[in-house]
């Protein structure tokens, strides 16, 4: 299994209930597959540009290991939410 991080950014408006159960969702994904090592709660943060017209999102980041094909998976669902504003998985050395 490799390690990887993963830093995903919701919109401001998002209830926190739907915040939640969307990065529980995102979660399962990779528990499934592998194990979660770090989950930081980032919180409402100021965006060095707007997108979208916001200028803050709530961030999330996290870390774990998995298999490569898991990472197509967290991909396709984070943007099929529409709860997620942008996400990101990067791959950590060894």
Known sequence: MRKYEAIVMF???V???KRVA???RLK???SDNGNITNVDEW????LAYEIEYNKEAFYY???FETEAEVIKEFDRVARI??????????????
């Open 43 to 46: 919180g409402m943060r100021k």
């Open 22 to 24: 969307a990065f529980e």
């Open 61 to 63: 980041l996290v870390e």
């Open 11 to 13: 919109y401001p408006t």
């Open 81 to 94: 939410l529409e709860s997620v504003m942008r996400h990101m998985v990067v791959k950590l050395e060894d």
């Open 28 to 30: 399962k994904i990779i």
């Open 15 to 17: 209830e926190e209930e």
